[in-house]
Each structure stands twice: as structure tokens, then as C-alpha cells.
């Protein structure tokens, strides 16, 4: 070891009679090299062993090897290497780290050891800092301290995005001129916002409004991404085209294009064109449907296998569970089928026969557990006699199924989303209005067998409306009758059964609810109509808040919101304290207003 002894307080005259020295010891640990997992030999083979590790450590500098033994002369697994300089040892640690002798060695300095040994080992309880937002994180804008909802609106070469008021006009958050070139999608999730331009498409995140990636595809027409937002599917619109990318697969988080198909291979008759690629709720698998086939992929490394159902027209993952259900329609004396299978492994899990049937639709619930297959029933002469509603329970043992029939001519059909309640639109062979009848699927036992079945709730009778629209919660809905019934807007409360409102919004072409439930947007596209185009938004009892004309409007999208991370238990600890939550809110509202009124109190009086 070495001592260094340095003076202090020294003057021009030596040192002072009170003398202070600040005395520093080295041990020299910094020059030597603990050396860990050599292998454990008897007393007769340390000569050998204490050659090869001198041997091998010599090559970095001079150095003394020391190898642990035991009482009887066997090693012990490690040793020591003293170098001269601390730079050797340094040296000998990055270069000589996991070399192979038995086992991989594993160094360490000395010095290194001291620090670790010195280490505070007693429990401190940790501090807990201030949460700070972070400046482009992707989920920034779900910490609004106002908990308000974001729309993006497009009117001719100008975007905005507005966060939604209550009280008064929405705030403008952001404005682009020339964003896209033709219209703005959000991800499911509301993590991306895409734009769509020449050359391909862009995604954009954050409050800032960051460009995230550029995927390059020329006159894209029609963009999908996939429920867990890992991947985005771009097709350039011509259904025709035997060119290899007309349809693109692209990777979101690795930014790159995974592969490429073409849309214009032999395709079943009646197959809806869009989206051509449908994905399961997980984001696992992707499918396609092809002549008597359905080719299943997986996202691990892009594979496909080819299932054979004769005559599979149309299909539609479960939103929910790993569940396919596909339509194969009426050949011959084969009737028509609904299936629905087990996903990966493609087993029958249930199976419908229909008869005489045309116009089938497959609708899944957004909550997964139900499923509706809606059929126009011929008479002999092949002519719709009435349309019938298969119902499945899928969430139920052996998934039983039920049916509803109308008589009337059915315009909408529409699931209470995250609910157990259906509405169908439906229009008398008299009179010029339509009906809408609202159904419920909570298990009622039926008088004879004891089977579960729907039930009925009420019919609102005679009002203009060929749509409806679900609230995303709470029972709301929106009856609406748009473009030719002139933009009429009833709204529901399918709680009580009642109406709480009707309105108008002159020639509405689109209606939209915001991811809450707590606004609707409807407004008037000039995509579908030229005249009265524009914006509104409306609570969700029908209230209007705010409108705005605007020439050349194209769009409204509300910003959806990524699945609540709430557990049940602290949702019911919310719901238990409900009325201090609501006390708080209107207390604060009750301050915003007032805030409101004098500031435009005071801009009155400055006039």
C-alpha cells in the first residue's frame, strides 16, 4: 500500500509550528482485478491452473496471479490479479471480461468491490416526486385537467382540432392548412391521427403534433389500421389492379412495410371490397376471404394458411373474442350457412342453416357477447317477404340462437354498444315515416321450456329517421333522419323509454358521438351534399351548443379513447362517491361561468 503524506498551511517561511497534515492512504485496489468463476480443480492441478490464468492475464500487462484455495489445496472458484498501473487492471477488465477458462470469467475490480461493500444497506422510504407531463408523450392530450374531448374538423384546405366546451364555443388547439389532400382518420385508439397525401400517408401524435412516421403509397384511397393499433393497411383504390402493391401491410411501432398484396386475384361475388383485410381483437391475426377459402395470418412472422369453406361469401372477426363468423349463401339444394369458428384453429363451434334467404349482413355487438345475422326471407316467387334477425349469444354455453321477424321494409339496424339493447328501424307499408323498435337480449325466461329469448321494449312510431346511432354508454341514442328527411335528430333515452328531445340540423349528412357520450356532431358534408354545409354540436339530451357554417366542409372525427385501465373496484369506489364527484364538477362549472360572464362583462364595457 502506499502513503502520501501532503503538507498544509505551508508559508514563505516553512511550515507553521502548528502544522496540519492531510494524510491519504492507497490501497492500490484499483490495480487489482477480482476474478471470478475459474474452475475448481484439486491441489495437484493448481500448478496448471495458475499457468493458464497467468498466462492469459499477462498478455494485457505484468501482473501476479493469486488463486483461493481451500485446506486441502483445491481451488475455490476465483483469485486475484495485482497490475502494476490502474490502467493495466482497467484494461484487463474490458478486454479479458467473459473469455472462456472452464467457465466465462466474470471481473471485477477491486475497487469496485470496496464501493459495493460500502453500499448503505439500511431501508430508506423512497420519495415520492411531483408528476410532471411530459412533453410529447402519445397520451398527453388524455391529461387535459378538464377531462374534455378533442374533434378534428376539415373545411376546404384548412384542418382544426378543437378540445369540446360546455359553456361556451370550442377551443381551437391547432390549425394546418393543407394537412391532407383528402380526408383525416384516427387510430382506434386515438394514439395516431393520419393524413393522406400524393405520394402516401402520414401519422401524427401528440399535443404538439409531431410527425410520427411517412409511410410511402401513392393515391391511397383507403386506409385501416387494426384494433390494437399495430398495424395500418393502405390500399390505393383500385380493385381491379394485379400490380403487387395495391394493398400494403405496414409495422406502426417498427415504421417499415411488412408486404404487399394484390386485390384484383379471384374474389367471391357479393364480397365487400373494403376493408379486404379484417383483424382479430388482438392484433394476432389478419384475414382474407378467396374463392371457397378463408387465408388466415399471423402477425408473429406473416404466414398463411388457406381454410376451405365451400362458398364463404362474406366474414367478420368477433370484436372481442378469437371468434370468426362467415355467411355461405344458398347453392343448389345446399342451403344457406352461418358459421362460426374457433380462431387459430379454425374448428365449427356453431352452425346455422337459412333458407331461402338474400341480403345477409353480419353485425357483432361491440361487446363481443352477441351476434346478428340479418336475411331477407323470399317467398316462392323470390320476391322479400320478410326480413329476419338470427340472434346468437355468444357469450352463452353452447351459444343458442333466436330469431326476430319483421314484416316491415327494415332501413337500420343498430347494437347498443358495450350493452345488451338492439334498435331496428323499420317502415309500415302506410304511412311515410318509419318506426323504430327497440329490443333488449338480458336473459328473460320464456313461459314454455324455459329458453332465453329477447324482449321487447317500445316502438317510437312515425317520425322521419332511416338511422340510429348509439351513445357509446348510458343507454343515449340518436334516431336521425339525414339527407333526404332533412337533417331531422330525435334524441332517445332507452333507459326510460322516453324522448327528450327533437331537433333539426338542416340537410345533416353524418352524425358522430363523441367517445364519452356526453356530445353528438352532426354535420353536412360536401362530399354528399353541396349546400348548407357546416358543423354542430349538440349534448347528449339534444341541447345545441355551438354551429358553425362553413363552405366546402368535409368532416368531422371525434378523437377516440383508448380502453379505461380502471379495475372494477375503483369504479365502484367512484360509483360510491358519485354525488362528491358531482358536487366538485358543478362547483367548478358554476366558477368557469362566472369567469365567463365577467370576462365578457368587462369586453362589453371596454367597447
Known amino acids: 500500500s502506499l502513503c502520501t503524506i501532503v503538507p498544509v498551511n505551508m508559508n514563505n517561511n516553512g ?93 471485477t475490480l477491486l475497487s469496485e468491490m470496496d464501493r459495493i461493500m460500502d453500499l448503505d444497506t439500511s431501508f430508506k422510504t423512497p420519495t415520492m416526486e411531483e408528476f410532471k407531463d411530459k412533453t410529447g408523450s402519445f397520451s398527453d392530450w388524455l391529461m387535459d385537467e378538464r377531462a374534455r374531448e378533442m374533434f378534428i374538423v376539415r373545411h376546404t384546405d384548412t384542418s382544426e382540432v378543437f378540445w369540446s366546451e360546455t359553456y361556451t364555443r370550442p377551443e381551437k388547439q391547432h390549425e394546418i392548412k393543407r394537412w391532407t389532400e383528402s380526408y383525416h382518420m384516427w387510430s382506434p385508439q386515438g394514439t395516431y391521427l393520419s393524413s393522406v397525401h400524393k405520394n402516401g400517408v402520414a401519422l401524427w401524435s401528440t399535443l404538439a403534433w409531431k410527425n410520427y412516421c411517412r409511410l410511402p403509397h401513392p393515391k391511397v384511397a383507403a386506409m385501416d389500421f387494426s384494433p390494437q393499433e399495430n398495424f395500418l393497411v393502405t390500399f390505393n383504390g383500385d380493385s381491379k389492379q394485379q400490380a403487387d402493391n395495391a394493398l400494403v401491410l405496414w409495422n406502426i411501432k417498427e415504421k417499415k ?135 346468437f349469444r355468444v357469450g352463452d354455453r353452447n351459444i343458442p340462437m333466436e330469431t326476430l321477424d319483421i314484416k316491415d321494409e327494415v332501413i337500420a339496424f343498430g347494437w347498443e354498444p358495450n350493452g345488451h339493447r338492439f334498435a331496428v328501424v323499420h317502415k309500415p307499408e302506410a304511412g311515410p315515416y318509419a318506426d323504430t323498435s327497440f329490443y333488449t337480449m338480458r336473459p328473460v325466461n320464456q313461459a314454455k321450456g324455459g329458453e332465453l329469448t329477447y324482449k321487447f321494449l317500445t316502438t317510437v312510431k312515425h317520425k322521419p329517421v332511416n338511422h340510429v ?53 352532426a354535420y353536412v358534408s360536401s362530399w354528399k351534399q353541396t349546400m348548407e354545409n357546416g358543423f354542430a354540436i349538440f349534448t347528449f339530451s339534444g341541447r345545441q351548443l355551438y354551429k358553425q357554417d362553413s363552405e366546402k366542409f368535409f368532416q368531422l372525427a371525434w378523437r377516440p379513447r383508448p380502453t379505461s385501465r380502471v379495475t372494477k373496484e375503483e369504479e365502484k369506489a367512484i360509483r360510491r362517491n358519485f354525488q362528491d364527484y358531482q358536487n366538485k364538477f358543478e362547483n367548478e362549472d358554476k366558477a368557469r361561468i362566472a369567469m365567463l360572464s365577467s370576462t365578457l362583462l368587462r369586453k362589453r364595457k371596454e367597447m
Open 257 to 391: 412495410m411488412i408486404r404487399t398484396f394484390k386485390t384484383g386475384g379471384p374474389v367471391p361475388e357479393g364480397t365487400p371490397q373494403w376493408p379486404i383485410l379484417q383483424w382479430s381483437h388482438d392484433d394476432k391475426y389478419f384475414a382474407r376471404v378467396g374463392v371457397d377459402c378463408l387465408h388466415l395470418f399471423n402477425t408473429t412472422d406473416y404466414t398463411s394458411k388457406a381454410h376451405r369453406f365451400n362458398g364463404i361469401q362474406s366474414f367478420s372477426f368477433c370484436p372481442k373474442k378469437s371468434i370468426i363468423a362467415f355467411y355461405s349463401p344458398e347453392v343448389g339444394e345446399v342451403p344457406a350457412k352461418v358459421t362460426l369458428l374457433s380462431v387459430p384453429d379454425m374448428q365449427i363451434i356453431r352452425q346455422q342453416n337459412l333458407f331461402s334467404v338474400s341480403d345477409v349482413v353480419l353485425e357483432w355487438n361491440p361487446s363481443g357477447e352477441y351476434l346478428s345475422v340479418k336475411a331477407d326471407k323470399l317467398n316462392k316467387r323470390g320476391k322479400r317477404s320478410e326480413t329476419a334477425f338470427v340472434l
Open 15 to 107: 511550515y507553521d509550528k502548528d502544522v496540519k497534515l492531510d494524510i491519504s492512504i492507497d490501497y492500490g485496489h484499483n490495480r487489482v482485478v477480482v476474478v471470478d468463476n475459474l474452475p475448481k480443480a484439486p491441489s495437484e492441478k493448481h500448478d496448471i491452473m495458475h499457468n493458464k490464468v497467468s498466462q492469459l492475464f499477462a498478455s494485457v500487462g505484468p501482473s501476479s496471479v493469486s488463486i483461493a484455495r481451500n485446506d486441502d489445496g483445491s481451488t475455490k472458484g476465483f483469485g486475484f490479479v495485482e497490475y502494476d498501473t490502474p490502467a493495466h487492471a482497467a484494461a484487463a477488465v474490458e478486454k479479458l471480461q467473459g473469455v472462456k477458462l472452464g467457465g466465462n470469467l466474470e471481473l
Open 469 to 521: 346511432y348509439w351513445a357509446p354508454a348510458n343507454g343515449f341514442c340518436v334516431l336521425a333522419g339525414l339527407k333526404t328527411l332533412n337533417g331531422k335528430l330525435h334524441f332517445f333515452n332507452a333507459n326510460e323509454c322516453e324522448m327528450m328531445l327533437e331537433t333539426e340540423h338542416f340537410m345533416c349528412t353524418d352524425v358522430q358521438w363523441d367517445p364519452s357520450g356526453r356530445f353528438v356532431g
